[in-house]
């Protein structure tokens, strides 16, 4: 019943109606999303044990030091304060809302707040042109990210991403914005993204539509080698 239920939709939507890539991914990933609530309302089980459910913990971050008109230096490090204070152990930041001297500065506050032994990961949110992003990569070198999130901007973003990863050892990590796994995979095998056996440093690869997990792609942590 699913495979004919995804069958029909498609062949309706994709060659009747002529709907772009993007409307059929995102249509298609809604649809995905509500059989599987059905299946586990049915099965009455909670959907992360019917994808594995194998794990008892997982790591993770919170995503810090977003931009807000009037918010200074001292505001972000009392933001960062409070967030040790609560028990983070990773920490996300923001950047590419400033021009890169500014961010720098930022992001020196919160490695200084949290300390060498927590990870600190960076999320530019496609905000450099590729020039500012090798020069940021490298300015980030001291602070050593764990990960370097979507630094370029998205009109040529594998390109440039393969450009950029040729020129820095912060591992680079994208994927959210792409609608497929297949757009993933490309940037996998196009080394768009760093991957290598060394584990310790994560790459990640996962489209923002994709609904179900064998639609979707999650690499093994790596770093570069």
Sequence with gaps: VYQTLFALTWQRRAHERGWSREALVRISAAVDI???????????????????????????YVTCAYYRDGKD???????????KAQGHTAFKAKAGGVGLAGDIERLAVVREVIGDDKDLMVDVNRGWDLATAIEGARLLEPLRPRWLE???????????????????????????????????????EEEAIHRGPQAGRAVRAQPRSGGSPPRLLYPRPH???
């Design 150 to 188: 979507e630094p370029v901007r998205w009109a040529d973003d594998r390109r440039e991403l393969k450009l950029l990863a040729r020129q820095t050892r912060i591992p680079l990590s994208a994927g959210e914005s792409e609608l497929t796994g297949y757009g993933c995979r490309a940037l996998l």
């Design 223 to 225: 770093r570069r080698r």
């Design 34 to 60: 509500a059989v599987w609530d059905i299946v586990g309302k049915v099965a009455g089980l909670p959907l992360y044990r019917l994808f594995g459910g194998y794990r008892r913990e997982v790591p993770c």
């Design 73 to 83: 230096l001292a505001e972000l490090r009392d933001e960062m304060e409070m967030l």
